[in-house]
């Protein structure tokens, strides 16, 4: 059996590494479960941190921001992370702020092109959506030069930040790096542009549904497109529809291998689309206790059922997470491994 006391105390360190008072709510769910580690244990692996560590998070990343408005123009700050879905496991956790170049984006004019020349996609769009993508194609482009933009906006970036921060990595390609020492929170700044595809072109670039592109400084190019904001909001609205449950169950993975002792090289990108995955009905309604073997489900499908593994998509829907790579297949075996034993002694507390 695991030690269960050991692992409350690591989660407790990592997640609340301040000692704050936890809200009531979550104390009386505690002390209703008194009797078991092993219920306590998995209740604090799916806990999210408390809101003060969030906010400080935040604020860090707005002190930055602040720190560059009055300097740079035609740009937009968002965040990005698990910091704004409520997943992440750390209380001192960092937070990437993007610095969006508004000058000009960049589109997916190749599928923008298939919908268009392709009359059984053409014909499932009405009128005015087929304007719309008609537009961008038609789009003049932009006259300036978008890579000498975006470089100007990391040095900008640079020039700024390194005078104020005491820590401020510049060295890294794709992000500064600071550290603000009185909130004890890291901030990464991202340089990036727009990139809209058909779904983003279609929903008047509604900014859920745009893609970014990060500018690395090494090789002064654009990176291949994500979407950060569509995984946001999908992740916090299906697990506002399940009462928290999908959130809850991102968590304990999360935490599963942070304590782990075996090789799990599985990111949040690749949890969040696993959890993601679980059709609602299965799990909407069960006890936290049983999201456990929930979870342990699906890591059984995923490994045994090949199709099931090939085709599983990123909670945006634009990258395949274990396609073309066995070795995420191996740390999956090796999370179910750790989940396997916890639910051998979750079996002898509760009935699942």
């Not at 993007?98 to 960049?106: E, G, M, N, Q, R």
């Not at 993601?276 to 489900?297: A, G, P």
Request: aromatic fraction near 10%; include cysteine.
């Amino acid at each position: 059996m695991k030690d269960y006391r050991r692992l409350i105390e690591n989660i407790q360190a990592r997640t609340n590494p301040d000692n704050i008072i936890l809200e009531k709510g979550f104390r009386d769910e505690l002390f209703s479960i008194s009797y078991s580690d092993i219920l306590k244990y998995v209740r604090y692996a799916m806990k999210g941190v408390e809101p003060e560590y969030t906010k400080k998070s935040k604020l860090a990343g707005e002190r930055v921001q602040n720190h560059l408005k009055g300097n740079l123009n035609d740009v937009v700050y968002k965040y990005q992370g698990s910091v704004m879905t409520n997943t992440h496991i750390k209380g001192t956790s960092d937070i990437d702020l993007l610095v969006i170049c508004d000058k000009f984006y960049t589109f997916d004019r190749k599928s923008i092109t298939t919908v268009l020349t392709t009359e059984s996609l053409k014909n499932q769009l009405n009128y005015t959506q087929v304007k719309k993508l008609q537009g961008e194609i038609d789009n003049a482009g932009y006259s300036g030069s978008a890579l000498n933009d975006l470089k100007k906006n990391r040095l900008d970036c640079e020039n700024l930040l390194v005078p104020i921060y005491d820590i401020c990595d510049i060295s890294h390609s794709k992000a500064i790096k600071i550290t603000n020492k009185s909130l004890i929170r890291d901030v990464d700044i991202v340089i990036s542009n727009w990139y809209d595809n058909v779904t983003a072109v279609l929903s008047d670039k509604d900014t859920d549904f745009r893609g970014i592109q990060v500018y690395n400084k090494n090789t002064n190019s654009k990176g291949e497109p994500d979407y950060p904001f569509l995984s946001i909001k999908r992740i916090n609205e299906r697990s506002s529809e399940t009462n928290g449950r999908l959130k809850k169950m991102i968590r304990f993975l999360k935490n599963i291998k942070a304590d782990s002792d075996l090789d799990i090289k599985l990111t949040s990108f690749d949890f969040n689309a696993i959890c993601y995955d679980i059709e609602t009905f299965k799990y909407s309604s069960n006890n936290f206790y049983e999201l456990v073997y929930i979870v342990y489900i699906q890591l059984k499908s995923l490994a045994d059922n090949y199709e099931h593994s090939n085709n599983l998509k990123s909670v945006d829907g634009n990258e395949y997470i274990f396609r073309n790579d066995t070795s995420k297949l191996d740390s999956l075996r090796n999370l179910m491994t750790e989940i396997n034993s916890i639910l051998v002694d979750l079996k002898k507390a509760v009935a699942l």
